[in-house]
C-alpha cells in the first residue's frame, strides 16, 4: 500500500513536471514570436544576427531589408485597428513567402518587418528588396469585400560585424528613411557611404 501510494506521488509529480515544462516551452516561444502575424519578433530577430557574428569565427555576410507599409496609419484610421491587423497578417505572410531558405523575416515594430538574408551581399539584396516591393505593390489586399492597393518603402544594408554584434541596424535604417521620403513604394540601399 505505501509502494502504491508512493508510485501515485510520483506519477502526479511527473505530471505537474511535464505541465510546467510545457508552460516554459510555450513562454519561450511566446517571448520570441510576434502573436499577430506568427513571425518572429524583434527579440527573436536580434537574437538570430547576434548568432550569426559568432558564428564559425568567419566574417560573416549578411544582408537586412527594412520593409516599411506606406501609409499604413491611413489604413488603420480607415479599416480601424483589427482590419489593420488584417492587412498586417497578409503582408507578413508575403514577406515570408519570399524569403528564401534559411532567410529570417521578422515584425520589427508596428507596420515595419525585416528580412535577414544570409549570405549575401548587398548586390544580391537588391533584387530580392525589388521582388518583394512588386509583390507586395501588386498583391489585392482585402479587409472584407473591398481590395487594397499597399506598397512597401524598403530600406537595404550589408551588415558589418559590428552591426551583427550589436544588433545596431542603423545603415539600414537610414536607407528606409530615404526611401520613405523619396515617396515610398521603392528600395534604396546603403552602401556604406551614403544611400
Partial sequence: EATANVEM???AAEQKIAKQADTVEMQAILTHTDLLTSLPNR???EAELERDAVQDG???LASILFIDLDGFAHINKEFGHQGGDVILRQAAAIIKKLGRGRDLAARFCGDTFALLLHQTTLHDALP???????SLAENDFSRGSRPLRLTASIGIAQLRPDELRSGNCERANQA??????AGGNVCFR?????C
Avoid: M, N, T, W
Avoid at 528606409?176 to 521620403?181: D, G, H, I, N
Fill in 176 to 181: 528606409l528613411e530615404r526611401a520613405k521620403q
Fill in 128 to 134: 530580392v528588396a525589388e521582388r518583394l516591393r512588386k
Fill in 190 to 194: 546603403h552602401d556604406g557611404e551614403s
Fill in 58 to 60: 568567419r566574417s560573416p
Fill in 43 to 45: 527579440r527573436a530577430f
Fill in 9 to 11: 506521488r510520483i506519477d
